[in-house]
């Protein structure tokens, strides 16, 4: 890693990823900041690494240098940090290269395709003890980071059960992604799996503080046919032979079941192949409030308005805009107040803020190595329990015991 100075200087970075993400995140998170100077890109695919080097050109007048081979790039070039937005496939060995080279690493997130390298990923974090962060941008959103504090405030009483998914109608990019090189569509071809669960639990194990006093224990995943895609691409004319005629492995709706060592469970949908709008699909449960994203509402047991219409619950439906106005946590009235959007609504601009804050200051980053291997861990652990009918599997204490010393305040979106 190059010298840099805390809480100052220009952080010389690399973006591993040229792809529409990656794009993204450059021209509308990275690429406006002051302070980053991205020196160089990689991408195996010639025509997405030239696009990615012509918008940074063009957007901060020079040329960053491009590769086709991270390895190389970080052979070659000292930087500051390391930005991964390649394909699932690549997030792990990307960062596990760069975590070796001490550079620090930001990665977008994915699941697992094995819990060995999950395990090495916390290996190599503690033996090198290289900043890592997976750039869950839903621990950021504002409806989530507002609920937190209800929480932490005792809104909710006990948490007792949440759920959550990736609720998300992907046919035409999975079904083009062959001809577009997209990683989707190979995954989707041969893989069955909660392949995409951190948008959901991210959030969900801040307000029940996995890893920093509890924990998972156990999974045990179910999933049924593949009709969605299939149905789909035979009313399509502009797809491959291959995907035309193929029998995609990935289930259209997948659920996964979580049980917490404090004795709570989790539920993660999956749900991207038949139609539907976008939604993740939280909802919380306590033992004196709930919050449902459904209808946006919720319900507090010894509110007297609430009880009087407990058989009218459509009358309360909507109503949680005024709870997060009045639960507004600080990371959003700064970002709110600073003017900055930044794409997803701020999402993405607020977890680079707390990636590049903590490089800087030094600090734990707020999605450490143990948060990144457990939350990716899902997809490699839903393999599992779908492969053996749905049975439950044990889920592997990535802290080693440390659960019960880490505390929720180590988690830094908490104030």
Same mark, same amino acid.
């Given at each position: 890693?190059? %010298?840099?100075?805390?809480?100052?200087?220009?952080?010389?970075?690399?973006?591993?990823?040229?792809?529409?993400?990656?794009?993204?995140?450059?021209?509308?998170?990275?690429?406006?900041?002051?302070?980053?100077?991205?020196?160089?890109?990689?991408?195996?695919?010639?025509?997405?690494?030239?696009?990615?080097?012509?918008?940074?050109?063009?957007? /901060?007048?020079?040329?960053?240098?491009?590769?086709?081979?991270?390895?190389?790039?970080?052979?070659?070039?000292?930087?500051?940090?390391?930005?991964?937005?390649?394909?699932?496939?690549?997030?792990?060995? &990307?960062?596990?290269?760069?975590?070796?080279?001490?550079?620090?690493?930001?990665? $977008?997130?994915?699941?697992?395709?094995?819990?060995?390298?999950?395990?090495?990923?916390?290996?190599?974090?503690?033996?090198?003890?290289?900043?890592?962060?997976?750039? %869950?941008?839903?621990?950021?959103?504002?409806?989530?980071?507002?609920?937190?504090?209800?929480?932490?405030?005792?809104?909710?009483?006990?948490?007792?059960?949440?759920?959550?998914?990736?609720?998300?109608?992907?046919?035409?990019?999975?079904?083009?992604?062959?001809?577009?090189?997209?990683? /989707?569509?190979?995954?989707?071809?041969?893989?069955? &799996?909660?392949?995409?669960?951190?948008?959901?639990?991210?959030?969900?194990?801040?307000?029940?503080?996995?890893?920093?006093?509890?924990?998972?224990?156990?999974?045990?995943?179910?999933?049924?046919?593949?009709?969605? !895609?299939?149905?789909?691409?035979?009313?399509?004319?502009?797809?491959? $032979?291959?995907?035309?005629?193929?029998?995609?492995?990935?289930?259209?709706?997948?659920?996964? !079941?979580?049980?917490?060592?404090?004795?709570?469970?989790?539920?993660?949908?999956?749900?991207?192949?038949?139609?539907?709008?976008?939604?993740?699909?939280?909802?919380?449960?306590?033992?004196?409030?709930?919050?449902?994203? $459904?209808?946006?509402?919720?319900?507090?047991?010894?509110?007297? $308005?609430?009880? &009087?219409?407990?058989?009218?619950?459509?009358?309360?439906?909507?109503?949680?805009?005024?709870?997060? %106005?009045?639960?507004?946590?600080?990371?959003?009235?700064?970002?709110?107040?600073?003017?900055?959007?930044?794409?997803?609504?701020?999402?993405?601009?607020?977890?680079?803020?707390?990636?590049?804050?903590?490089?800087?200051?030094?600090?734990?980053?707020?999605?450490?190595?143990?948060? !990144?291997?457990?939350?990716?861990?899902?997809?490699?652990?839903?393999?599992?329990?779908?492969?053996?009918?749905?049975?439950?599997?044990?889920?592997?204490?990535?802290?080693?015991?440390?659960?019960?010393?880490?505390?929720?305040?180590?988690?830094?979106?908490?104030?």
């Amino acid at each position: 890693m190059s %010298e840099m100075k805390q809480g100052a200087g220009v952080l010389e970075v690399a973006v591993i990823g040229c792809g529409g993400r990656g794009r993204t995140l450059m021209e509308h998170v990275l690429l406006p900041r002051e302070g980053i100077h991205i020196r160089a890109v990689c991408d195996n695919h010639p025509p997405r690494l030239e696009a990615g080097i012509e918008l940074v050109e063009r957007l /901060r007048g020079c040329r960053p240098v491009g590769y086709a081979c991270y390895q190389e790039m970080l052979t070659a070039e000292r930087v500051d940090a390391v930005f991964v937005f390649s394909a699932w496939e690549n997030h792990m060995p &990307a960062t596990l290269f760069a975590m070796e080279r001490k550079t620090p690493v930001a990665c $977008e997130v994915g699941g697992a395709y094995s819990v060995h390298e999950c395990w090495q990923l916390v290996d190599c974090y503690e033996r090198t003890r290289t900043p890592v962060m997976l750039l %869950e941008n839903c621990c950021y959103g504002r409806t989530e980071l507002a609920l937190l504090r209800m929480v932490r405030e005792g809104l909710f009483g006990r948490l007792v059960h949440a759920e959550g998914g990736y609720l998300h109608d992907l046919r035409t990019e999975i079904g083009r992604g062959d001809l577009k090189h997209h990683y /989707r569509h190979r995954n989707y071809l041969l893989r069955n &799996a909660e392949n995409y669960p951190t948008h959901e639990l991210g959030p969900i194990a801040m307000l029940f503080d996995i890893n920093r006093g509890n924990r998972i224990v156990s999974l045990a995943a179910q999933g049924g046919g593949a009709w969605g !895609m299939h149905d789909w691409a035979g009313r399509q004319s502009d797809v491959s $032979e291959l995907t035309r005629t193929a029998s995609f492995a990935q289930s259209d709706i997948v659920k996964t !079941m979580l049980k917490l060592a404090g004795g709570e469970t989790i539920t993660l949908t999956l749900d991207t192949t038949l139609p539907r709008p976008y939604s993740r699909g939280l909802r919380l449960a306590g033992t004196r409030a709930m919050y449902s994203e $459904e209808n946006h509402s919720i319900f507090v047991d010894d509110n007297a $308005e609430h009880q &009087a219409a407990h058989f009218r619950w459509r009358e309360q439906w909507g109503n949680a805009d005024r709870y997060v %106005e009045k639960y507004e946590h600080p990371i959003w009235v700064r970002f709110q107040e600073a003017g900055i959007r930044g794409g997803h609504d701020g999402m993405d601009w607020l977890v680079f803020d707390g990636f590049l804050d903590a490089l800087r200051a030094g600090a734990p980053m707020p999605v450490d190595a143990y948060d !990144m291997a457990t939350w990716m861990a899902v997809t490699a652990l839903s393999d599992e329990s779908l492969a053996i009918g749905g049975h439950p599997v044990a889920f592997p204490d990535f802290t080693k015991g440390q659960w019960l010393l880490r505390r929720p305040g180590d988690f830094a979106p908490v104030e």
